[in-house]
């Protein structure tokens, strides 16, 4: 049985967590490096926030937003 969770621990530590190491070590030498991930994650979260803002509006000129309360029925 301790040959199957150190089967599960070796897979974990040298498979699964190989990229976070990488960047770990990475980070020692070279933040900026280390972090571009990062950047890229909050680049695409902004695009996508624009995005839907200008779909927001998009709908609402065309008055296809429902903003009755009775829209559901636990609010009549």
Known sequence: MKAFFDGIQW????IFFAL????RRLELKHWFAAN????IFMAICAV???YW???LVLHK????EN???T???FLK
């Open 67 to 69: 903003q009755d309360t």
């Open 48 to 50: 996508a926030i624009v």
């Open 71 to 73: 829209a559901h029925s």
């Open 36 to 39: 571009t991930i990062n950047w």
């Open 11 to 14: 897979l974990f530590e040298n």
């Open 20 to 23: 976070h190491n990488f960047l």
């Open 53 to 55: 803002c200008k779909q």
């Open 61 to 64: 000129e065309n008055n296809e």
